[in-house]
Structure formats: C-alpha cells, structure tokens
T-cell receptor, first 115, second 114 residues
Framework: DAGVTQSPTHLIKTRGQHVTLRCSPI?????VSWYQQVLGQGPQFIFQ???????GRGNFPDRFSARQFPNYSSELNVNALLLGDSALYLC??????????????FGPGTRLLVL | AQTVTQSQPEMSVQEAETVTLSCTYD???????LFWYKQPPSRQMILVIR??????QNATENRFSVNFQKAAKSFSLKISDSQLGDAAMYFC???????????FGTGTRLQVTL
C-alpha cells in the first residue's frame, strides 16, 4: 500500500504570494494533520481534520487555512506569504483523530522557500 | 498545554555501542502518550517507539527501549547495538491521544561513527 503522499516536493514562492500544498493519506485513513517544521526545530502543529471537519488548530495566523475533501485528501493554503513561512510542511494521516493505540504516519513533506 | 524539551542538540555513538537520548516533558493531563520519532535526511518522520503514560512497564522495540520516569517527567531513548542507519534527527513528542496533536521537542542529531 502507498504511504502518505505530498505534492509538490519543493516549491519556491515570493513574499505576498499564495501557496497550496496537497496531501493524500494512506488508504482508509480519515484523519489528516499538518505540521510546519522550520529548519533546526521540531514540527509545530497547524491543523487536524477528520471526516472533513476541523478537529484541532495550532497557534498560526489566519493566513493559514486547510480543508479536507470527500476522499480524505487535504489541502493546506497559506496566503500573503512571509519569509518566515519558509519551512518543511509535513502531513500525517491516521485512521481517526483520537482513538487509542493508533499511529500517525507522516509523508515526506513539502519544502517551501519564500524569497 | 504540553511542552517537550530535548537538551542534547547533538550526540555521537560508535557503531555497535549504546547511546541514550534524553527528553523531559510537562503536561497537565493525567493520561497521555509519549513518542520517539526518527527523521533521516530523507525527511520522512518515522515512529520509533511509543509509551502509554498509564503503563508502568517501559516500552521496547528490538534495539530501542525507553526509560519512562513519570514522576520526574522524563522519557529517554536507549539505542543498543547502534548501526550506521540509526544516524538521524530524533524527536521526542507527546500527545493526549495517540492520533491527536503531537507536541515535539527540538530534536537531537545522532551521529554514528565507525
């Protein structure tokens, strides 16, 4: 079975632009979470979606938004890009959003560079 | 709120030796989960081991084991018989449920030398 996939793998944008990152969860997984990993730091939680509903939101500005589609894939949108948005964006999927004995599986990430 | 602290930015170990990575955490939850994730240069985060806070027995997965000290809020990872493939960033993380928001530490870069 395919793991979590993310596209694109790399992206270069300029300040003020908009970006959309995509994530496809493992088949059968209904929950998707997004994390931002700035160079040299641990990942920071941005959003979690389960069954197309937002289940959690981290401490990020409203420029960050996400949605989940009926096939459980997800998009992360970032508006008005800032230099500080340069990071590795990780997507993780799981069967549900809070059940016991589950594992979150991570994708390879999208590297975003804002110039 | 949960916080996770890793005080060792870098560690080095010789092949076949044992190394211990340190992690401390803070949480107001009575039930929670603790994890060690490995992130190799390929960037993909891989779960190494998981510990349920309500379990007193330390988790083990082959060459990987943890020392979970609940009262001290300490959660260290021991890697035995280190291999070159163990070289990576290691992140300690916590969550309220296994599949909910993860709170990560800043990571420890592990080098494995011949």
């Amino acid at each position: 079975d395919a793991g979590v996939t993310q596209s694109p793998t790399h992206l270069i944008k300029t300040r003020g632009q908009h970006v959309t990152l995509r994530c496809s969860p493992i088949s059968g997984h209904k929950s998707v979470s997004w994390y931002q990993q700035v160079l040299g730091q641990g990942p920071q939680f941005i959003f979690q979606y389960y069954e197309k509903e937002e289940r959690g939101r981290g401490n990020f500005p409203d420029r960050f938004s996400a949605r989940q589609f009926p096939n459980y894939s997800s998009e992360l949108n970032v508006n008005a890009l800032l230099l500080g948005d340069s990071a590795l964006y990780l997507c993780a999927s799981s069967l549900s959003s809070g059940n016991y004995q589950e594992t979150q599986y991570f994708g390879p990430g999208t590297r975003l560079l804002v110039l | 709120a949960q916080t996770v602290t890793q005080s060792q930015p870098e560690m080095s170990v010789q092949e076949a030796e044992t190394v211990t990575l340190s992690c401390t955490y803070d949480t107001s939850e009575s039930d929670y989960y603790l994890f060690w994730y490995k992130q190799p240069p390929s960037r993909q985060m891989i779960l190494v081991i998981r510990q349920e806070a309500y379990k007193q027995q330390n988790a083990t997965e082959n060459r990987f084991s943890v020392n979970f000290q609940k009262a001290a809020k300490s959660f260290s990872l021991k890697i035995s018989d280190s291999q070159l493939g163990d070289a990576a960033m290691y992140f300690c993380a916590s969550s309220v449920f296994t599949a909910s928001k993860l709170t990560f530490g800043t990571g420890t870069r592990l080098q494995v030398t011949l």
